[in-house]
């Protein structure tokens, strides 16, 4: 196993930026870089020098080193705080490789900690997610993710998979006796609870993709009701701290805001930006494309002014639409009286509380139990349907009496669906594409 070392802060200039070392050698070229006769004492920072060949000093770094398997990867590591500009930092590094560490590729330290048990995927992906939550949560789902909510539903579902073939192995190895109708009810009840939970965990998908790519949201309304007001007054109270997540593909996203608890992003807001209503702009074909996959809709309409049609917005009769009711700081047009929506003010910030709650409540419950919750990813979500298919043929087999073998090749393929999302299964491909979305040095 070779020694790698990236630098695994970003690249730019900062106050301090880190550099990781992991593999056998990983002490050792610490070291030698170091020029240290001894070496550094585990899990402790210690100031060190680190030299060029020559003897130069070529930065003062902290450094710490763990000691295998208690670390990151489960490998010797060595962790280099050092100056953080661009030039110090690379040539810190180069001198690791000159004492003994290869390049590592993206995604390699973590894929270390997969292969060394110290993560599973569902773990190794909660990281990417950590790092690119956009909203509590978002980071508050990763977090549970991280410490293995998902894992633990699918092993307990492997679990259950397992005892059934254990059980069914029996009948195959003694192929006279035909299976009994206690054994079948028995197993039929297993799947069905396995099926049960597999089930419940797949539709956590929609929550996830809003999580982690936020709700695609919509400002609508006729041209002086406000939209632009109410959106800088959302930017002004809370501008969200984004970072595009790799291997997503998305439109043009102007603006993103966090508002109860959820990462907004603003979907073809340039019609807001100028006068005018953005439906009868030229951007017609954008705007409705914008409508049709928005997660989100948010009417404005203006409260003075006597009561009028809701937008049309048939074409996406699947995203929430909340009537937002702006000007409330001013008289209401009588005619608005019954009308129901959220009345706020744009200019004086009065009924924003009321639209946080609007949407937490919208969000919040499609994520389930705020507490618990953990939700699958799009690959996650193509496993478990996987999985559901092998187990619904597997139940079917049990019903119409089919050869426990050919049982056995259904519930094989449903666990291997379910070992694909922990990662307990030898697939090469794979893992190459789940630790390619790395970035370096993480
Ligand atoms: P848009 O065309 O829908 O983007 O509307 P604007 O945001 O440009 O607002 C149109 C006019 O309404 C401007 O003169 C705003 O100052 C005013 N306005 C917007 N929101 C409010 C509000 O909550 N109260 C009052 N009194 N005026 C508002």
């Given at each position: 196993?070779?020694?790698?070392?990236?630098?695994?802060?970003?690249?730019?200039?900062?106050?301090?930026?880190?550099?990781?070392?992991?593999?056998?050698?990983?002490?050792?070229?610490?070291?030698?870089?170091?020029?240290?006769?001894?070496?550094?004492?585990?899990?402790?920072?210690?100031?060190?020098?680190?030299?060029?060949?020559?003897?130069?000093?070529?930065?003062?770094?902290?450094?710490?080193?763990?000691?295998?398997?208690?670390?990151?990867?489960?490998?010797?590591?060595?962790?280099?705080?050092?100056?953080?500009?661009?030039?110090?930092?690379?040539?810190?590094?180069?001198?690791?490789?000159?004492?003994?560490?290869?390049?590592?590729?993206?995604?390699?330290?973590?894929?270390?900690?997969?292969?060394?048990?110290?993560?599973?995927?569902?773990?190794?992906?909660?990281?990417?997610?950590?790092?690119?939550?956009?909203?509590?949560?978002?980071?508050?789902?990763?977090?549970?993710?991280?410490?293995?909510?998902?894992?633990?539903?699918?092993?307990?579902?492997?679990?259950?998979?397992?005892?059934?073939?254990?059980?069914?192995?029996?009948?195959?190895?003694?192929p006279e006796e035909d299976i009994s109708p206690q054994s079948t009810e028995a197993m039929q009840s297993s799947l069905s609870e396995v099926e049960a939970e597999l089930t419940r965990l797949a539709a956590t998908a929609d929550a996830g993709r809003l999580l982690r790519e936020g709700v695609r949201t919509v400002i609508l309304g006729a041209p002086n009701v406000g939209k632009s007001s109410l959106l800088n007054r959302l930017l002004g109270f809370e501008r969200a701290i984004v970072s595009p997540i790799p291997g997503t593909t998305r439109d043009t996203v102007e603006e993103s805001i966090t508002l109860g608890g959820m990462l907004l992003r603003l979907i073809d807001t340039a019609g807001l930006r100028s006068s005018g209503d953005a439906i009868e702009q030229e951007g017609v074909e954008r705007t409705r494309q914008a409508l049709r996959s928005a997660d989100l809709l948010l009417e404005v309409q203006d409260a003075t002014t006597p009561l009028a049609e809701l937008h049309e917005s048939a074409e996406n009769a699947n995203a929430p639409h909340l009537v937002l009711l702006n000007k409330c700081d001013l008289p209401e047009h009588p005619s608005r009286r019954h009308q129901s929506g959220i009345r706020l003010s744009a200019l004086t910030g009065e009924g924003l509380p009321e639209l946080h709650q609007a949407i937490a409540d919208l969000f919040a419950t499609q994520s389930g139990e705020r507490d618990t919750v953990a939700a699958v990813n799009a690959r996650h979500l193509h496993a478990l349907r996987d999985a559901l298919s092998s187990l619904h043929a597997a139940a079917a087999g049990l019903e119409n009496r089919a050869l426990p073998e050919l049982i056995a090749v259904d519930l094989r393929s449903a666990l291997d669906s379910?070992?694909?999302?922990?990662?307990?299964?030898?697939?090469?491909d794979l893992l190459t594409r789940i630790f390619s979305t790395f970035c370096l040095g993480k």
């Open positions: 196993m070779s020694t790698i070392a990236a630098i695994a802060t970003p690249p730019g200039v900062g106050a301090l930026s880190v550099i990781r070392i992991s593999g056998p050698k990983a002490h050792a070229v610490l070291q030698a870089a170091t020029a240290r006769k001894t070496p550094l004492p585990p899990r402790m920072a210690t100031l060190v020098h680190v030299r060029a060949a020559n003897g130069d000093v070529l930065d003062e770094c902290m450094a710490t080193c763990f000691a295998s398997p208690a670390s990151f990867t489960g490998e010797d590591v060595a962790e280099l705080t050092c100056h953080g500009g661009m030039l110090v930092t690379q040539r810190v590094l180069e001198r690791l490789f000159a004492c003994g560490a290869s390049p590592a590729e993206p995604g390699e330290f973590s894929r270390r900690a997969f292969e060394n048990g110290k993560l599973d995927l569902t773990a190794a992906e909660a990281i990417m997610d950590i790092i690119h939550a956009g909203s509590d949560l978002a980071l508050h789902a990763a977090q549970s993710q991280l410490a293995g909510a998902i894992s633990r539903t699918v092993q307990a579902a492997i679990d259950t998979l397992l005892n059934v073939a254990a059980h069914l192995e029996a009948y195959i190895d003694f379910l070992g694909a999302i922990t990662g307990k299964i030898d697939t090469d």
